[in-house]
């Protein structure tokens, strides 16, 4: 006789580096660290009692999400975004989810759009919540989710590279709309079409969605 399952998930094993790394990412992400926060490591290794040497691996992890920099002679500082930031990830995003939305519109499937109406769906629940930091993941959680049903691996490992700065660049953005309803209306259209296996429009909508609101905060964000 097999064992009787046990309803209680296993502990997920994972390296105080990479503990670290997840600790300080949410911090950035809510806020809790500002942008532009100066970071040093005798700080936080006393505030999370580890080592310095653990504190600077989970730092470099962040360093290579584009989180965290390392700045001559000033050290270790959260990322800040800069007009020219702002401009580069934009058009970055534009480039790759446009390209994702027109091959997942090529590639759509009764199961595809299922998880994809399921991703709008949490997005309109998170907007309904009023909830900033929820709005923000699900908004992320459905753009990743054309990302995947766009079947293109080396597009989703491009994408990963940089989505915790698209995260930021999210926030930033929709904290800028006067009404959070937008959030769903932006995203309606382009979630249509990729059902319908409209590819063309598909893409022509993804590479058009946000453009008003990162002129917006481009242009906030010149000195």
């Known amino acids: 006789m097999s064992p009787k399952a046990s309803p209680i998930r296993p502990v997920e094993k994972q390296s105080m580096d990479a503990v670290v790394a997840k600790r300080l990412r949410e911090a950035i992400l809510d806020g809790s660290l500002p942008l532009g926060t100066r970071l040093t490591e005798i700080d936080l290794a006393a505030s999370l009692a580890i080592s310095r040497s653990t504190v600077r691996a989970g730092l470099k992890q962040l360093l290579s999400e584009g989180l965290v920099v390392l700045q001559p002679y000033t050290g270790w500082h959260v990322l800040t975004l800069n007009a020219r930031d702002a401009y580069e990830l934009f058009s970055l995003r534009s480039c790759l989810e446009s390209l994702a939305s027109y091959l997942a519109a090529e590639n759509i499937n009764d199961d595809g759009r299922i998880q994809l109406n399921g991703a709008f769906k949490a997005l309109k629940d998170a907007v309904h919540s009023a909830n900033d930091r929820a709005i923000t993941d699900a908004d992320l959680a459905l753009?990743?989710?054309?990302?995947?049903?766009?079947?293109?691996?080396?597009?989703?490992?491009?994408?990963?590279?940089?989505?915790?700065?698209?995260?930021?660049?999210?926030?930033?953005?929709?904290?800028?709309?006067?009404?959070?309803?937008?959030?769903?209306?932006?995203?309606?259209?382009?979630?249509?079409?990729?059902?319908?296996?409209?590819?063309?429009?598909?893409?022509?909508?993804?590479?058009?969605?946000?453009?008003?609101?990162?002129?917006?905060?481009?242009?906030?964000?010149?000195?």
């Open 143 to 223: 753009h990743k989710t054309i990302i995947d049903l766009s079947r293109h691996n080396r597009l989703r490992a491009h994408y990963a590279l940089v989505e915790q700065q698209f995260r930021i660049l999210i926030a930033s953005s929709n904290a800028m709309l006067k009404r959070r309803s937008m959030i769903v209306k932006n995203h309606r259209e382009l979630v249509d079409a990729i059902c319908l296996g409209e590819a063309s429009k598909a893409e022509a909508l993804a590479r058009n969605h946000g453009s008003i609101m990162a002129n917006a905060l481009v242009a906030a964000l010149q000195p």
